[in-house]
């Protein structure tokens, strides 16, 4: 890709883990203050995992990597086993605004 997205409008917020939570992997709110893996609807991507606590990228532009392909533009996605999918019933709508089918990764604005 010939431009970048990455660092717009991003915003990070901690929280702590319940469960086991990668960087990368989409995670959804569990409980108060606590972050798991999404299975479904997600509210940011985890950056980064520290001593039982999470960063979550919540806002902004992040690459992640998809089981079914998005389409570009607005798309209902929801994730699993640390991927997103495309997800018309049960899904929420993000910007996907490019798909990588070689590295099977989509860039969507959170």
Known sequence: MKVSF???GENTATFEIQGTVTAGTPVMVTANGKVAAANGAFCGV???VRNGY???QMT???TIPYTSQPSVGYSKLSAASG???ADNENGRE???IDVDTTAK???IML
């Open 6 to 8: 990455n660092g717009f």
């Open 60 to 62: 902004g532009y992040a």
């Open 83 to 85: 991927k997103i999918t």
């Open 105 to 107: 990764t989509a860039g």
């Open 46 to 48: 985890c950056t980064n």
């Open 54 to 56: 999470a960063a979550v």
């Open 94 to 96: 993000y910007l996907v």
